[in-house]
């Protein structure tokens, strides 16, 4: 396996578990946000509050996710318009 499949397989377990982290964290969120209101004593505050709050969380985890990605798309590219243009040889006969 070359460098190029490993960072792709990376990537690939990356954007796989975006699913999984906006789910633990809406459900955390609910689950965490109902224990406080039958502690406290409220209706629904802290469910809807905790909600909202692992809406974000998830949604922040994905910002960083394609920032991460960018900057990685961006040393490819980098590395890739310093190298020369030059036309390759011909592949050898068998």
């Not at 397989?9 to 459900?27: E, R, T």
């Not at 629904?44 to 990685?72: C, E, K, P």
């Amino acid at each position: 396996m070359d460098k190029g499949d490993r960072k792709a397989y990376v990537q690939m377990a990356y954007a796989s578990s975006i699913g999984f982290a906006f789910v633990l964290l809406i459900f955390g969120g609910l689950f965490v946000g109902s224990w406080l209101d039958k502690k406290m004593g409220t209706s629904f505050f802290f469910t809807v509050l905790f909600f909202i709050m692992g809406v974000f969380g998830g949604f922040r985890n994905l910002y960083v996710l394609i920032s991460r990605s960018i900057q990685d798309d961006k040393t490819i590219i980098k590395s890739v318009k310093s190298e020369p243009h030059r036309k390759r040889p011909a592949p050898a006969k068998a």
